[in-house]
């Protein structure tokens, strides 16, 4: 049981333009929410992150937004640079709920390509 | 500085071999963790340590050993693998474990298990 969903393996885009990674959850328990990214055989680096008292947290290109009611959240990178190129993982933990505890629930990831 | 280091960063082992990979943060996290990422797969929790005691173990097999001597160090020996055990092996830390925290993770050790 899938507990976190990206349902798009992959996402091709051109520079300059916006790319949207969408990510969808079950577990209505879980309340702060991550997005990394990943090269190859590299470890994910962490990007940004909301929190589920809030719908928009935005850093420099990075805008994650958060929708509980329909279990969705976004990152939106505007402009989109080839150097963004990599896989996103969106992340999920339930905090103090439940026994997670702050461990992690990861989606399967989706490659963006961002072309010149 | 959110630096988390691993070495060695390439590993080649055989099935009778014994070996460890280490894992070291300065950040003064008390929470450390290890992951398994297979190809084209998201990464595995194996083991959560919180103030240097293991407090998660995901029914890992015994031939994956951690060990936390100090709150910095995190290290998994390895010992009798199988070739199906090759795979990215990352580390990961964050402020505490549970609650609203962040982990960061180092840059993998990759395990060829031959």
């Known amino acids: 049981d899938q507990q976190v969903k990206q349902n798009s393996p992959s996402l091709s885009v051109q520079e300059g333009r916006i790319s949207i990674l969408n990510c969808d959850y079950t577990?209505?328990?879980?309340?702060?929410f991550l997005w990394y990214k990943k090269y190859p055989a590299e470890g994910p680096t962490f990007l940004i992150s909301?929190?589920?008292?809030?719908d928009k947290n935005e850093d420099g290109r990075f805008t994650v937004f958060l929708n509980k009611s329909a279990k969705h959240l976004s990152l939106h990178i505007v402009p989109s640079q080839p150097g963004d190129s990599a896989v996103y993982f969106c992340?999920?933990?339930?905090?103090?709920?439940?026994?997670?505890?702050?461990?992690?629930?990861f989606g399967k990831g989706t490659k963006l390509s961002v072309k010149p | 500085d959110t630096e988390v280091t691993q070495t060695p960063k390439h590993l080649v082992m055989g099935m009778t071999n014994k070996k460890s990979l280490k894992c070291e943060q300065h950040m003064g996290h008390r929470a450390m963790y290890w992951y398994k990422q297979k190809a084209k797969k998201p990464p595995e929790l194996m083991f959560v340590y919180s103030y240097e005691k293991l407090s998660i173990n995901e029914s890992v097999p015994s031939r994956f050993s951690p060990e936390c001597p100090n709150s910095s160090l995190l290290n998994l020996h390895l010992h009798a693998l199988q070739p199906e055990d090759s795979a990215l092996y990352l580390c990961a830390s964050s402020q505490s474990f549970g609650g609203v925290v962040t982990q960061y993770f180092g840059p993998g050790t990759r395990l060829l298990v031959l």
């Open positions: 909301i929190s589920s008292i809030k």
């Open positions: 577990n209505s328990m879980f309340d702060y």
């Open positions: 992340a999920a933990s339930a905090g103090w709920y439940g026994g997670s505890q702050g461990n992690l629930i």
